[in-house]
């Protein structure tokens, strides 16, 4: 009992800031499968804190609003899903501000409709104008350190790369690069995009992730809850392990974990 009071302490302790805004939850649920099971399982079994919406969702009426199944107490991350360049998107997280949702946005462009790949050029622009008219800027990108540096210099509150084209469940196809970002940006790094499993979800916070944005793993598991539960372990087990040191990887030969003396004839 006193192992997991402990433990429980030290998460409480394990914070990280966004916007001035502290989180303890390091898991973020992408609405882009929105239904109310999906809302109601990430906060009570996955913890969420922060849920992104796309603003048409928002301006809609009747029962397709999104807004009317989100908890008090949660961070709403409105995105800009359907921007096609900076413009639109600087426009769509205008009116996103109108409609109450707040200073924080998520960018999204993308010129791509086949593969759904971020346009980075295009982000950058978007997150230097939204910066100065006081948004909290979280680009979402496709994982290359130019960008990255560009978008952390022009004022991002994050970054977020994709692990593999949204919506596919791939996984970590693209873990190198993310692993290059979370090395060299000074920035809360976002991986978001493609994450299929809750195993993958560990592997991303093992690394150094600050988090993990899930949506299609969890909306397309047989049972929803059970998944969210899943993957609320998964970050938290991968966040321990981060914290508490990895053990060194040989490259060649093995080395015995005991000494290779006193056997029984010795």
Not at 23 to 31: M, Q, T
Not at 57 to 80: K, M, Q, W, Y
Not at 249 to 265: I, K
Request: glycine share 10%.
């Amino acid at each position: 009992m006193g192992e997991e009071k402990a433990k429980d302490e030290n998460q409480k302790k394990d914070v990280w800031t966004l916007g001035g805004r502290e989180f303890h939850s390091r898991f973020i649920l992408g609405s882009g499968k929105y239904n109310v099971e999906l809302v109601k399982a990430a906060v009570e079994q996955a913890g969420a804190e922060i849920i992104t919406l796309a603003v048409r969702r928002a301006n809609s009426s009747g029962e397709g609003n999104i807004l009317d199944f989100i908890p008090e107490g949660v961070t709403l991350l409105p995105n800009t899903s359907g921007a096609r360049n900076a413009e639109e998107a600087v426009r769509i997280a205008g009116l996103s501000r109108e409609l109450g949702c707040g200073d924080f946005v998520k960018v999204e462009i993308m010129r791509d409709s086949k593969y759904l790949l971020p346009d980075n050029q295009e982000t950058v622009r978007a997150t230097e104008i939204l910066v100065k008219e006081g948004f909290f800027v979280l680009p979402y990108m496709y994982p290359d350190l130019n960008t990255a540096r560009d978008l952390a210099g022009a004022g991002a509150s994050a970054v977020m790369p994709l692990a593999a084209p949204i919506g596919s469940n791939k996984g970590l196809a693209t873990k190198e690069f993310i692993q290059i970002l979370i090395d060299e940006i000074d920035l809360p790094i976002i991986v978001d995009a493609g994450i299929g499993r809750p195993s993958q979800a560990c592997e991303v916070m093992e690394m150094g992730a600050a988090a993990v944005m899930a949506n299609t793993a969890i909306a397309t598991a047989g049972d929803i809850p059970q998944m969210a539960s899943a993957f609320k372990k998964a970050i938290e087990a991968g966040r321990e392990a981060y914290l508490s040191g990895l053990g060194r990887v040989r490259e060649r030969g093995g080395e015995a974990s005991s000494p290779m003396t006193g056997f029984l004839r010795d």
